[in-house]
């Protein structure tokens, strides 16, 4: 009883705290919004890279080559002057710069195409640029290379009237064989699992993601009380009384669970009725990752309030946490859209398991069973920082 | 002398205390920090992509005596000469593979149909490869959708020409019979193999890639993009930094040395130009703190020393007086930290600087970050950055000083008859 009497006192604290308006429900609303709005949505027509186009040969196939490599939804296109092409993918303005050599409209229909070459910007990866413009190049090349073969085949009533007469029919066959290919055999068709809706609404990111960053954040409020226990010698009655140092561990713990719960319920509220994120398609499931959520930021805000000798440092520890594992973690942006490395690291972090969590019923449209994982790892989580501030409890008590 | 000892005495407060160092130096660091990693800092220049494992489930059933095309399309996935991230492997049922893709073990899912081969080579016959991928990616099935059509390419490539080769001779009144056909479709699949092959990795590839670095000391759109962040995350950070320091004289009162301080010969105005001049020089030296820390941890070139200057004295006069009047707002020390966070938040916000290193955004919202200070504050910086005409640069921290100074009037006002 006596730790939920400490609970209780924790969290009236909290509450009649004007500053935990602001820290708990203010400010990540508010960002909840913005980051929505700063990210946008319809992540399969985005365009990631851009090409500057130098055409020095001014032929018809070296026209299409650029009609093709525009029609994907990877790339998006600029004629520039070759100089100031070179110099802005040089600066990394530019992704890549792809050059047509002069000859090269001619050559392809000799069998023998001339090398097209491809700059590519120190900063990008070169995967990025070569899968687009190696697909539109096969196509081209295709098609000259059928159209030489049909019109050799055909010989002399294809070919009669001299080579500007020869010229004409491999163009108009090209322009077939590439019509053709408009019509494919073979069609590639790529979906996300799930139900558009939920991959295209980019509130479905923001807004787990800023509710895992906030409920860190939210942590000012309530491992500060620890801090200022101490600071207001409160902490040293306590430990006159028969209350055990682990109860009073408990007590301050039980406290932060329910605020950052109770933090979370708004911020999921706010997600459904406002933002059309649907969180409520699986209760349960959303209720355990939230829960579980909560123990483990239980077990930080200990940490937290444990480690820090002032309330000042309460701040600054919990504003560190907060960006290193909201930012690693992908609750600021998809680990998608980072590098190898820091993917493979922020992967591991309990932030990332929790918005896992949370995408896995939201994005993916999963049900309880997917929330099972993330939550026992949270739960892991949970136990190593509990265990961790409690360690330096004992230890700066004594 | 007295005002300057204030200054000095509140300058040394705010760099001897590790919470407002670690605040007003190491969170913006920190931030920018993590961003380099994020986006190239780790692996060079060039950040490899994140590992994307696709399962392929091959239904495929080709006619006996017929080519194999799932098979080929399989093997065309998990050469070795495929990109390092592409990690292909093989499963048997469809429910297996959607499986792995749920519990996140795959990420994309290729599914060759039963009537695959058949389809395919039977004259108007079409067929489809299906994808399912994991709804938050986005760069692995858009490059995935690449690599399969440059296989469907050359496995559509054939009838393609052949359809195009009877509409000709139609025309031409020759009859494209089986042999020529078969010339044809022969010779087509031939040089389709040798050209996929050889297209990027054979001994004289078609496709010529080359990567061209800056030259030395010259700055990459990484960096660049860096330090438009790194702008911003200094901006919020240094007004962050000038309100706690302005807020020593809340801090005094309710301590009451200045009450004490009043009661000295010193006058009110004296020891309020002492706390401004603290407020300023700490502004100043955390910009050039951050400054010269970003240039060696993430070689930020700033501009050249005139820009500098002129930036970091709109910056600092225009978060002197912005401080000041959040100070005269606050009603006592212990209300001090919410008000604070709440009201730097949100005019950092909307003066642009958790969107500096963002592009194409909304007119309206440009506009309405010019009525904040921290936008002028940005706007020099960004101006450093680029090294623009210095009458540029001189006319933006001209709007940052008399922001600074509107705003410092309207905080002595306020504080003046507080403390009357």
Known sequence: MRILDLALKDILQVVRDRRSLLFMVLMPLAFTVFMGFAFGGGAEEDVRISLAWVDRDGGVPAARFWQLVEAGVWAQLVSLDEADALSQVQSGELDALVVVPAGFSGSLFSGSPLKVEVITSGGVQEDLVRAPVSQAWLKITGAAEAARMIVETAESPVSS???????????????????????????????PCGELERVTNPYNQSSPGMLVMFAIFGLVSSSSLLTAERRNKTFQRLITTSLSRGSILAGHGLAIFILVLAQEALLVLFGQLALGVD?????????????????????????????????????????????????????????ESTGRVFAQIGQVLPSAWAVEGFQ????????????????????GYALLFFTAGAWLFRRTDA | MRAVDIALKDLLQAFRSKFDLGMMVGVPLLITGILYLAFG????????????????????????????????????LADERMPDWLIVQAAATEADAMRTL????????????????????????????????????????SLLRYLLGIFTGGVTGAGQALEAAGAVFAETGIELDAVRQAVLAQGYAEWYARTQ??????????????????????????????ANIM???????????????????????????????????????????????????????????????????FGIRWGGWPWVALALLGMAGAAAGFSLLVVAFV?????????????????????GLMTAGFEGLPVAFIRINRIFPQAWALQGWRQALDSAPLADAGTTVMVSLAFGAVLFTAGWLLLRRRFA
């Not at chain 1, 896995?360 to 739960?379: E, T």
């Not at chain 2, 950040?47 to 017929?66: I, K, T």
């Not at chain 2, 996140?104 to 067929?127: K, S």
Request: charged share 15%; glycine share 10%; net charge negative.
């Open chain 1, 279 to 335: 969180y409520l398609r699986e209760p349960l499931a959303v209720l355990l990752i939230m829960v579980c959520a909560a123990i483990w930021l239980a077990g930080l805000g200990v940490l937290i309030g444990v480690a820090a000798r002032e309330e000042e440092q309460v701040i600054l520890y919990t504003m560190a946490t907060m960006f290193l594992f909201s930012a690693l973690g992908g609750a600021m942006f998809p680990l």
């Open chain 1, 161 to 191: 009237g001299g080579p500007a007469a020869h010229d004409a029919a491999l163009l108009d066959v090209f322009a077939r064989v590439l019509d053709e290919a408009d019509r494919p055999a073979l069609r590639v068709e790529v979906s």
């Open chain 2, 231 to 297: 702008a911003g995350m200094m901006v919020f950070f240094v007004f962050f930094g000038s309100v706690t320091t302005a807020l020593s004289i809340l801090k005094e009162d309710h301590e009451g040395t200045l009450a004490r301080l009043f009661i000295t010969p010193a006058r009110k105005a004296t020891i309020f130009s002492g706390k401004l001049a603290a407020v300023f020089l700490t502004a100043v030296v955390q910009g050039l703190i951050l400054v010269g820390l970003s240039s060696l941890l």
């Open chain 1, 360 to 379: 896995n019923i939201l994005i993916r449209g999963q049900g309880l069973g997917s929330a099972l994982l993330p939550a026992a790892v949270l739960l």
């Open chain 2, 197 to 226: 092959s050889d297209l990027n990795h054979g001994q004289n590839p078609a496709l010529t890639f080359r990567r061209i670095d800056l030259p030395a000391g010259e700055e990459s759109d990484l960096t660049r993009l860096l």
């Open chain 2, 331 to 351: 009603r006592d020390y212990r209300q001090a930290g919410p008000v604070i966070g709440g009201v730097l938040s949100v005019s950092g916000m909307l003066g």
């Open chain 2, 102 to 141: 749920e519990a996140r073990d795959a990420q994309a899912v290729v599914i060759i149909p039963p009537d695959f081969t058949a389809a395919l080579t039977r004259p108007g016959g079409d067929a489809a490869l299906r994808v399912l991928h994991d709804p938050t990616k986005t760069v692995g099935p």
């Open chain 2, 41 to 76: 800092g780790l692996s060079g220049r060039q950040a490899a992509l994140p590992e994307f494992r696709v399962l392929v489930v091959d239904l495929d059933q080709p006619p006996a005596g017929s080519v194999d095309l799932g098979s080929a399309l399989v093997d065309y």
